[in-house]
């Protein structure tokens, strides 16, 4: 539509034909990019991770699209770094921090920590042609407390319809 506007013969002065193209590029871009926020989360396939394929623990991979319509493939190696989120359009996010029990509570869950300043990758995204492109991992401090950090660009926000589940 742009175009248009500085082609047809018009009693507008340049600088109204300026604001208008300007306002016409600027609501197509605010809204590519809501669309895009909003949609970036939503997850097309939903797969498990059996704990004899992933180190003994139950784990998720779920595939996403870009804007593009590229695949990225998030694969979560503990399902328990899945909690639920306040982000609208989304339903689960990779946990901030962790906090888990002490062994005698439960020591299949404390078992799952590691040793003070040990750093493990929780989750990895993946793109199209299988590169990984970020991943979500998870420093452990003292007491079974681990706080999370993303590095490259990982997928953080799921949006999970229930016929998936």
């Known amino acids: 539509m742009t175009p248009f506007i500085f082609i047809v013969e018009s009693s507008l002065p340049f600088s109204a034909r300026i604001v208008l193209a300007a306002t016409a590029l600027s609501t197509s871009s605010i809204s590519t990019a809501l669309v895009g926020w909003s949609g970036a989360s939503y997850v097309v396939n939903l797969q498990r991770l059996p704990p004899a394929d992933n180190g ?29 989120t306040k982000r609208p359009f989304a339903k689960w996010e990779l946990a901030q921090s962790v906090l888990l029990p002490p062994p005698k509570e439960d020591a299949l869950m404390a078992a799952k920590g590691g040793e003070p300043g040990e750093e493990e990758t929780i989750a990895e995204t993946f793109n199209s042609r299988g590169e990984i492109v970020g991943r979500w991992i998870v420093k452990w401090g003292s007491d079974g407390a681990g706080a999370c950090h993303g590095t490259g660009t990982v997928v953080r926000y799921f949006n999970v319809h229930e016929e998936l589940l």
């Not at 623990?57 to 979560?76: A, C, F, P, S």
Request: charged share 30%.
């Open 56 to 84: 003994g623990i139950e784990g998720i991979e779920m595939t996403t699209l870009t804007l593009t319509l590229k695949r990225l493939v998030t694969r979560v190696y503990d399902a328990d770094f899945l909690v639920e």
